[in-house]
């Protein structure tokens, strides 16, 4: 029961990782559903998070749609949802209701600032954990520019994927101790243990430098980790490259200097060949900055097959990015196709519930459940 993306994120990781996965969306549909190019009512956005997933279109306004949302409950291992606080309790889902039907229940309540707390009630995106946990740089100058978000929606699937990570724990201790759990998924606090910045200043290292730094090179910029004294030690030692700053100048004036000096080793190489061998040879990590369209053509992206194509369900076929799990039994593994909304009503409540076609079709009838024209087809 998850919308948008941090929730669809952790029931896409299950599905991968082989887990029967039921999206239940409500009449009016996932709102990623109008977002990027759609074929046949499935946009590039929906199709990307919801992947092997089945889906069932329910109303839960309905006292039917709530009955038939616990039924499913009971049969059930896990029960996803990131909704905001009270919201499930409001439809009589909440974690005591679900947990008197299923006491093996594991449910995950992904939310922003946690399920109780002064701030649970905050409506919370990626952008606002982001600015919460200091990732958006501030700049108060009255000519400085706003600073920006970051350019993907880490707290949604930091906090989808720590949420599987603990589904899986509480699975395993239900096997012990034969109960389920409820899961409190911050997405604030899957921030916090994220960053490393933050954790910089448990200590009060604010002002330690970023693992990596651009340089402009004969080939474009590249980025290389480490600091300026070790990039000046492996250049100096393996390329030769002398400083020639007189002993009394200011440290400021030697770190330009070298920062000159490094800068036009790397300009003066022919071509890109040049500076990888270049940078190898004195041992430094490196990564080509690329554009978002470039990444595609990482010749690892390429060999891993990470863009897959999948069916676009329209008679055409849409690229879509695989989850990064490779399983050697399973190196080729279908990963399925989006589903339309209220595409399985039928399929899943018959097999989980032994409903025959005419109870769905009664239930469809007093729009309990709906489904697009496409499902239908």
Known sequence: ????????????????????????????????RLWGRTAAGLSTYFTQQNLGKEDICVDLNKPEGRDLIIELVKQADVLVENFRPGVMARFGLDWDQVKSVNDKLIMLSISGFGQTGPEAQRAAYASVIHAEVGLI?????????????????????LSGMHGVIAVMGALRLRETTGVGEHIDMAMVDAMAFSTDNI???????????KSGEVWQTAAGPFCIPGGLRWIWHQMSKVHGLEDPTPK?????????????????HFCSLSDRAAVIECLDAANLAWGELRELQGVLESPTIEHRKTVAQVDNRDGGTRPVIRSPYRVASRPDEDIGVAPFRGEHNESVLGRWLDYDPAAVADLRAKDVLLADEWADS
């Open 248 to 264: 009394e100048a200011s440290v400021e004036e030697k770190i330009a200097n070298r920062r000159l000096l490094i800068t036009e």
């Open 1 to 32: 029961m998850s919308r948008v993306f941090a929730g669809p994120v952790a029931g896409r990781i299950l599905a991968d990782l082989g887990a029967e996965v039921v999206k239940v969306e409500p009449p009016e549909g996932d709102v990623t």
């Open 199 to 209: 954790q910089n200043s448990l200590d009060n290292r604010f002002a330690e430098k």
């Open 137 to 157: 740089e501030q700049r108060v100058g009255p000519d400085e520019e706003m600073g920006l978000d970051l350019t993907f929606s880490a707290a949604d699937v």
